[in-house]
């Protein structure tokens, strides 16, 4: 199992839901939530200057085999061809657990 874990533009969130569900039939769900970051940023000195932009945190956990799909159609859907369009990330799930029914489950087996 993955975490697929996505930054983007708040204003291409609608769209990439829409790609997700239209291409991937068996998707998994996702949470989304408001964050704040920055990347590289040049210091402008002698200004107010606040370098945070806000984006959209989307995480996802999805079987392996839907991994590649899911990391192509972010980067694809969430792509507004411009500076700061977000970053993707792709992390191991060591263990999960249900916790309405207590069931424990390992998913990394070395």
Excluded: W
């Excluded at 500076?83 to 390992?106: C, N, P, Q």
């Amino acid at each position: 199992m993955k975490e697929i874990r996505a930054y983007i533009e708040s204003f291409m969130l609608p769209k990439l839901t829409q790609a997700l569900l239209d291409e991937i039939p068996d998707f998994p769900g996702m949470s989304v939530s408001d964050c704040e970051g920055f990347g590289e940023v040049k210091l402008i000195s002698g200004r107010d200057f606040t370098p945070y932009m806000p984006k959209k945190r989307i995480e996802i956990f999805a079987p392996d085999e839907l991994t590649e799909i899911i990391f192509d159609t972010l980067m694809t859907a969430a792509n507004t061809h411009q500076h700061g369009a977000g970053k993707v990330y792709v992390i191991d799930v060591i263990k999960s657990g249900k916790i309405s029914t207590g069931v424990r489950k390992d998913e990394y087996l070395p």
